[in-house]
C-alpha cells in the first residue's frame, strides 16, 4: 500500500476511535489512540504529496469537531449516557422536596387572603389567620388588600390582587380587624334591610 491509502486508513481509523471514545468508558485510552491516529494520518498525507497532507488536514479539522459537536449533542440521550450523567429535572418542581410542608403550600392555590404589608414584590401574606411567605405575580400590592393565591414556587406563594365582587363587598364592611381576613370575620352583607313580612 502507498503512503496516500495508509494514510486514509490512519484518518478512518481515527475517527472511529473518535465516535468509540462517546460510546465505550475507556478512561481517555481511545482518546489517545484517536489523536495519534489522526496525527499519524496527517504526517503520512503530507509525506505522500502537498495536497494529499492539505486534504488530510482541512478533514480533521472539520470533521473531528463536528463529530465532537454532535456526540455532546446526542450522547446524553444515548443509554450510556443515561447511565453516566444525571438526568436534568423537566420540571421546578421535581427539585423540591415533597415535604408535608410544600404540599400544604399546593392545597393553597385558589385561596384568598389578606396582605399582612405592601408588597413590592414580596411580603407576607395572611390566610386563615396563618402568615405565609408570598411573592405578587408582577404588581404591587397594598397592606390589607385582598389577595388569591395563584400558584407555588421554590416554598412561596405566589400572589396577585382580588379583585372579585365577593373581595370588594367584604372590603367595604365596617369592624373588620386589621389581621383577619374581611370574608371570615364578617357576618351578613346587609343588616339594616327591615323584613317586609314582619308585622
Known amino acids: 500500500m502507498d503512503l496516500t491509502t495508509w494514510a486514509i486508513a490512519l484518518l478512518v481509523l481515527g475517527l472511529v476511535l473518535l465516535v468509540l471514545e462517546f460510546f465505550v468508558p475507556s478512561g481517555g485510552a481511545l ?3 484517536c489523536a495519534l491516529s489522526l496525527l499519524a494520518a496527517i504526517i503520512l498525507g503530507f509525506m505522500a504529496g502537498r495536497w494529499q497532507g492539505v486534504s488530510i488536514l482541512l478533514t480533521v ?6 463529530a465532537c459537536a454532535a456526540a455532546v449533542k446526542w450522547w446524553p ?9 444525571i438526568q436534568r429535572p423537566k420540571h ?4 423540591l422536596p415533597q415535604t408535608v410542608a410544600y404540599r400544604g403550600l399546593k392545597e393553597l392555590v385558589g385561596r384568598r387572603g389578606l396582605a399582612k404589608g405592601l408588597m413590592l414584590p414580596s411580603g407576607l401574606v395572611l390566610i386563615d389567620g396563618k402568615g405565609y411567605d408570598a411573592v405578587t405575580d408582577g404588581m404591587a ?9 395563584v400558584s407555588v414556587s421554590t416554598q412561596r406563594l405566589i400572589v396577585r390582587p382580588d379583585n372579585t365582587i365577593a ?9 373588620t380587624p ?6 371570615a370575620s364578617a357576618g351578613p352583607l346587609v343588616a339594616d334591610i327591615p323584613d317586609p313580612f314582619a308585622e
Open 31 to 33: 482518546a489517545v489512540a
Open 92 to 95: 421546578a418542581d421535581e427539585v
Open 167 to 175: 373581595a370588594e363587598l367584604a372590603d367595604s364592611l365596617p369592624g
Open 77 to 85: 440521550d444515548t443509554p450510556i449516557g443515561r447511565m453516566i450523567l
Open 61 to 66: 479539522s472539520l470533521v473531528v469537531p463536528a
Open 178 to 183: 386589621d389581621d383577619t381576613p374581611p370574608a
Open 141 to 149: 400590592i397594598e397592606a390589607g388588600q385582598p389577595i388569591i393565591v
